[in-house]
């Protein structure tokens, strides 16, 4: 099974707070992930990317907010999102687990929130995102460079986020 005898490296650990467990997640299980086409100077953008939510916390989020603006300050908050990993939170991507996989999930660690200066070079600010929302952690998804394809999960949607509001 995915990720079986993998352990979360503490690099990875660090982004989150109080416990994280290792746990298995379901085939037929639903996880949803935001990514920026935009370029930007981190490549966590990745369709298959390491960092995922549950459904039902994504229903959380949609119930706090009326409309995208509001919806993509509170994911930026609570999952504790700094600009230079993800600048607009363009979509939203939702996978079907095929198989089951061990991933890691707890809560989001704060992280000061970061803007660019001058030189165009991203500084921490004394702005806190406050974290909180329940991440999992998820290597290895991806069996292709890039992040396009994998034998453990597929692809149900790829929605622009602002067409999440009509």
């Given at each position: 099974?995915?990720?079986?005898?993998?352990?979360?490296?503490?690099?990875?650990?660090?982004?989150?707070?109080?416990?994280?467990?290792?746990e298995?997640?379901?085939?037929?299980?639903?996880?949803?992930?935001?990514?920026?086409?935009?370029?930007?100077?981190?490549?966590?953008?990745?369709?298959l990317?390491?960092?995922?939510?549950?459904?039902?916390e994504?229903?959380?989020?949609?119930?706090?907010?009326?409309?995208?603006?509001?919806?993509k300050a509170?994911v930026?908050?609570?999952?504790?999102?700094?600009?230079?990993?993800?600048?607009?939170?363009?979509?939203?991507?939702?996978?079907?687990?095929?198989?089951?996989?061990?991933g890691?999930?707890?809560?989001?660690?704060?992280?000061?929130?970061?803007v660019?200066?001058?030189?165009?070079?991203?500084r921490?600010?004394?702005?806190i995102?406050?974290?909180?929302?329940m991440?999992?952690?998820i290597?290895?998804?991806?069996?292709s460079?890039?992040?396009?394809?994998s034998?453990?999960?597929?692809m149900?949607?790829?929605?622009d986020t602002?067409?999440?509001?009509w």
């Amino acid at each position: 099974m995915l990720n079986e005898d993998f352990d979360i490296p503490n690099s990875e650990r660090a982004n989150f707070i109080g416990d994280v467990k290792k746990e298995m997640i379901n085939a037929n299980s639903f996880l949803f992930r935001f990514i920026t086409t935009q370029k930007n100077n981190n490549d966590g953008n990745e369709l298959l990317g390491n960092w995922w939510i549950k459904d039902n916390e994504l229903m959380k989020l949609f119930q706090t907010a009326p409309n995208s603006e509001i919806f993509k300050a509170n994911v930026r908050s609570r999952f504790a999102v700094k600009e230079h990993w993800n600048l607009s939170f363009e979509y939203l991507i939702t996978i079907q687990l095929i198989q089951s996989v061990w991933g890691w999930v707890g809560k989001t660690k704060f992280q000061a929130a970061s803007v660019q200066d001058d030189q165009l070079i991203y500084r921490d600010t004394n702005l806190i995102y406050i974290g909180q929302g329940m991440q999992c952690f998820i290597p290895n998804l991806s069996t292709s460079k890039g992040g396009f394809n994998s034998e453990y999960a597929r692809m149900v949607s790829f929605r622009d986020t602002e067409g999440l509001f009509w």
